[in-house]
Structures are given as C-alpha cells and as structure tokens.
C-alpha cells in the first residue's frame, strides 16, 4: 500500500524505480509468464555468451572458468598464424559468396515467375512441390546426395550416357561447393519464395490496372510494379543472410564433408567443432568461435547501417 | 479484368509454364527415385542403370529388414517423444514469451525484446553452449535435446506479431470478466490464432523430426538416440569412412545384396510422416514469414 503514495513523486531520483514497481504489481501475471523466458534466454543464450571468456583462458574442465589460467590472445594468434586458418576462412566466405550470388536470387526469380501463372490449380501444384525439399530432414538429403553422386550413383549414370566418365563425385575437390551449393538452391528455393509471393499477395491490384490502361504490356509491368514491390523484401532478407554470412550451412558440411575435401570443403564452424569438440580443445575452439562470430556481426552492423544509409532499409 | 496477349506475351507464357513444370519435376524426381528404388526388388535394381521410371520388379524385403530393426523402432519411439515433449513445451514457452512481448504498456518491454532480438545476430556458439550442457546435467539425457531449443527467437517474433493483430476489445472484454493473463492468452489469444499457432506447430515439430547434430553431440547413450542420427550411420557414415558398425547390423542373416534397397526405405519410413503433414498447414505458410514480423 506504500506504493499508492508514490505517484506524485516525479522528480523523485527513485520516481522511475517506484513506477516499475507499481508497472510490475500491476502486470503481475504478465511479468510471471515472462520469468521462464527470461530465465531461458539467460541460460541458453547469454550464460554462453559470458562463457566465451575461456577463448582468453587455458580452460581446465576440472579447475573451471574461476581456476584457470588467462593466455589473453593466444588462442586467436595460434590460428591466425596457423596453416588452417587462411583454408577455412577462403572456404567460409566461398561457399558462402557462392550461396548468396547463386542462391539468394533464385527465390526472387521463381516468385516473379509463379506470379506470372494465371492457371491457380497449376500454380498451387508447382509450390507444394516446390517445399517438398525443404521438409526433408538435412541427414536424408545428404544421404540422398552421397548416393547420387557415388561412382555407381544416378548421376554417374547420367555422365556416362553422355560419354562421361564414372568418379565419386564428392570425393572431388573441384567439385564440392558446386554440390554443396546447388543442392541447397534445390532444397530452399520453393520455401525461399513463400515470402516474396507473400509480399506480392498485398500488392494493390490497380496499380496493374491503371498501367494496363495506360498501355503497359506485361513484361513492363514486371519491371514497373512487381519487382519494386519486392525490394523492401529483398533488402531486408539480404541484411538478414548477410547477419549468417560466416555461419550457414555448417551442419551440411559436416555431413558431406571428409578429410579427402577438406581443402575446399572445410570452413570455420566445422573447424571449430574438429578442434573444439571431437579433440577437446575448448579454449581453442572457443576462440576460433569467436573470430568468427565477431566478424560476422561487425559485418551485420556495417551492412545494415549501409542499407539504412543508402536504401532507407534497415533491421533496426 | 481482360488483358490483350501480345504474341510475344504468349510464347513467355508457354515458355514459364514448360519450365515452372520441368523445374517441379526436378523437385520430385529425387524423391521419386528413392521410393521406386525403395519398392525395386535389390537384384534387378542393383542391375539398374539411369534414370528409373517406377520400381523394378517389386519387392518389399528391404521394408521387412527395416522395420524389424530393432534400432529403427528405438529411434523411431525417441523421436516421436522428442518431437511430441519438444514441440508441447516449446509452443507454451513461445506463447508465453510472444504474450510478453506484446503487451502495449509494460515498462520492461523494450529491454526484453531488445534482449531477446539480439539473440538471433550473435552467440556463444558451439563450445560454450556444449560446455553449458555439461555443467548444468544435461549431457546424455533426453532433455539435452529439448531444453537448450526450448524458444526459436524466430518463431517467437512471428508470434508476436501473431498475436499484436489481435483486436484490443476481446482481451479487454474478458478482463472486465475477471480474467487473468494467463486466461486472457490460453482462452482468447490462441484460439484467434490459430493459423499462427499452427504454423509454429509445424515449423517446432519438423524441428526436432529432423534434428541431429545436438544429439550428435550431446548423447553418448545409443538408447536415446533419435531417427536422424541412426539414418547419418546408415546413409552417410559408411560411405564417408565412419562407424559402419550400424549398416552391419542391419543387414544380420540376409544377402548383401538387401543393402541396395535398405538405405532407400529407410529414408521413406523416415520422410514420410512430415511429408504428408505440410501441405495441410500450407495455406498458413504466409502468416509465418510476413516482412513485417521480421524487424525488431
């Protein structure tokens, strides 16, 4: 009941602090719900994030993050100068600049295209095919992959119809980013559209209407109306796969990657997971992590105050 | 509306329907294949070069291997309980926070979703978070696989914004009524949105159906092993120089040759529960990607 009395005192230094405690008897309940997520996101997302100071440690599992010894840099200068460091970090951007000239457009062009289908019933066909891939499961996909692309495979079959040679297709070097990337252009490309056909779902028929009057054929309503209807979309979702540019796809590496590829097929995260995970040497793994998740959010940050900038776009 | 077709609007039109089909045919032929291989009897199949058009011959032996699998069966169960617990507790969890974050005057709200946000751009990553998991007990338990995905931030901001459509008079209604909070979201909230709630359903169980690498990681234990890990023995690590214990064991008092149609069923019996749950929420798939719900 103290607090009926604390309204009037806004200028009080503790004024803000009374309000809160009024906001929150209020919305107790709210405020309840909120306590297991708050919790969570604690736990799971900023325990972890603290953790990251044993990338400057020795971590001993035994003496803890209170026991060990601190080695500052050492970590990052031991991959920096490592003979790893510059194969996985050429590998990262790679395969990730590859998946965003090849992959980031082909939703776009697929959306404009299934706009362009008047027949609904063909249209709802080709899209609930086109998802298909993306609801198997990645294991089933590069289980597919490796049967495919094995000297004995399907796809061997096909080269050698052609006059080919038979090869293991992913034991190849040469080979892996294509395959890495093209079948994941496959299995995302359906699921990728959903979101442009949604954008076009709100466009205001009479825009094409009026142009249709004004004597615009199709192909420049396509570039007058359909298209500039989805650069707020585009812009958006291109800042958002530029927020994963050191991260995406490495749960994929790991399945259809071996030591036979790892010239063009390793990158940091699965590195990381080597080195961090399977030999036990967390302080190093973590470090690594960390270079690579710095990186990648310095880069967000510049993309998106860049779009904001220049294209009036932004996450934020 | 009637619109006049140039000639050259026409032959675009021809052309974007040849591809649009040739292009869904490339969507199903991988999987067509599987499940024509899956039916093929293994010694023609295995004779089998190209392209197939259907099954060859017709057989059903390497279902009968799979599904007397006694590993198949445990994992299938685990999964069903990763995938069932999983997506329950995730969808309370997620609504709860969604809730939370869509209350108009709650003072806290900017810091949680600030916190919240922020989540989804950087990470602890994975050796802090494997550390996290053995400290806190969960190694080599079942709950290693539910706990740490209990919120996506993804679906959570999806959610939200789910729920901030929702007209202001139904809750206010309701709590002129007397109800409380958790009445107003469990009573109102979800049921006006379903379509939503759906959507996260989905997108929750298809999660942990096709899950792996935590379980990967995090279980030592093969009696918890969910599906998906058992199928990266079957399917990749044999050919990739791993544990091929598993493919061995699979193949106990039957020819070699069941092998060639083995690793094809088990895809189909791994593949087909999801397969024919999708299309029934796809008429909601818009609601869980609008641009709108994607700035923080």
Not at chain 1, 248 to 262: H, S, V
Not at chain 2, 65 to 86: A, C, D, S, W
Not at chain 2, 195 to 221: E, P, Q
Not at chain 2, 245 to 252: A, P, W, Y
């Amino acid at each position: 009941m103290e607090l009926a009395k604390t309204p009037g005192a806004k200028r009080n230094p503790n004024a803000k602090v009374s309000r809160l405690r009024k906001d929150i008897v209020m919305n107790k309940y709210v405020y309840l719900m909120a306590l297991p997520v708050i919790a969570y996101f604690l736990i799971f997302h900023y325990a972890p994030i603290g953790g990251l100071v044993i990338a400057f440690q020795n971590f001993s599992a035994f003496k803890g993050i209170g026991g060990s010894d601190w080695v500052g840099l050492q970590h990052f200068q031991d991959f920096l100068t490592s003979p790893y460091a510059f194969r996985v970090i050429r590998n990262t951007l790679m395969i990730n600049v590859y998946q965003i000239i090849f992959g980031f457009p082909a939703p776009i062009l697929l959306a404009l295209l299934l706009n362009e289908i008047r027949v609904q019933l063909f249209k709802r066909a080709i899209q609930t095919i086109s998802y298909m891939p993306h609801f198997i499961s990645l294991v089933v996909i590069c289980g597919m992959l490796v049967d495919f692309t094995q000297s004995e495979g399907v796809i061997n079959d096909i080269i050698v119809f052609f006059g080919g040679e038979r090869a293991n297709l992913l034991m190849d070097t040469d080979l892996f980013r294509t395959i890495f990337v093209s079948s994941g252009i496959w299995q995302e490309v359906g699921w990728g559209s959903i979101i442009y056909l949604a954008a076009l779902s709100t466009l205001d028929p009479h825009l094409y209407e009026a142009s249709s009057i004004d004597g615009a054929g199709r192909f420049r309503q396509l570039v007058h109306i359909t298209f500039p209807a989805l650069v707020p979309t585009i812009l958006i979702l291109l800042i958002m796969r530029m927020g994963h540019i050191m991260s995406e796809g490495f749960e994929k590496i790991i399945l259809l990657y071996n030591p036979l590829t790892y010239e063009t097929a390793d990158v940091i995260s699965s590195y990381v997971y080597r080195r961090g995970i399977q030999e036990a040497n967390y302080s190093f793994g973590a470090a690594v992590g960390l270079f690579n998740s710095s990186i990648n959010f310095i880069i967000l940050l510049a993309v998106n105050y860049l779009s904001r900038k220049y294209a009036k776009e932004s996450l934020w | 509306m009637k619109r006049k077709f140039s000639l050259g609007e026409a032959a675009f039109d021809t052309a974007n329907h040849v591809f649009l089909l040739l292009f869904g045919l490339v969507c199903l032929y991988p999987m067509l294949h599987v499940l024509f291989a899956s039916l093929s009897a293994p010694s023609r199949l295995a004779q089998h070069s190209g392209i197939l058009w259907g099954p060859q011959g017709f057989s059903l032996v390497g279902y009968e291997v799979v599904l007397q699998n006694p590993n198949i069966l445990t994992g299938y169960l685990n999964t069903l309980f990763y995938v069932v617990v999983g997506t329950v507790l995730n969808v309370l969890m997620t609504a709860m926070g969604a809730y939370v974050l869509s209350r108009k005057n709650l003072m806290l709200k900017k810091p949680m979703v600030i916190m919240v946000v922020f989540t989804m751009y950087f990470g602890g990553g994975l050796i802090p978070n494997f550390l996290l998991i053995k400290e806190l007990g969960l190694y080599d338990t079942r709950l290693a696989l539910i706990v740490p995905g209990l919120i996506a931030t993804w679906n959570l901001i999806v959610m939200r914004t789910g729920f901030m459509a929702v007209p202001d008079g139904l809750e206010e209604s309701a709590k002129i009524d007397g109800a409380n909070d958790f009445t107003i979201l469990f009573r109102i909230i979800l049921p006006v949105t379903k379509a939503t709630v759906a959507v996260i359903v989905l997108f929750y169980a298809v999660g942990h159906w096709n899950a792996w690498f935590n379980a990967m990681i995090y279980l030592r234990d093969r009696e918890l092993y969910p599906l998906q890990l058992l199928l990266r023995e079957i399917l990749i690590a044999n050919s990739t120089g791993g544990n091929t214990i598993e493919s061995v064991s699979l193949m106990e008092g039957d020819q070699a040759l069941v092998y060639v149609v083995i690793k094809y069923c088990t895809i189909i019996v791994a593949t087909v529960p999801i397969l024919f749950i999708y299309p029934f929420c796809q008429k909601y798939f818009m609601k869980g990607v609008m641009l709108g719900s994607m700035k923080g």
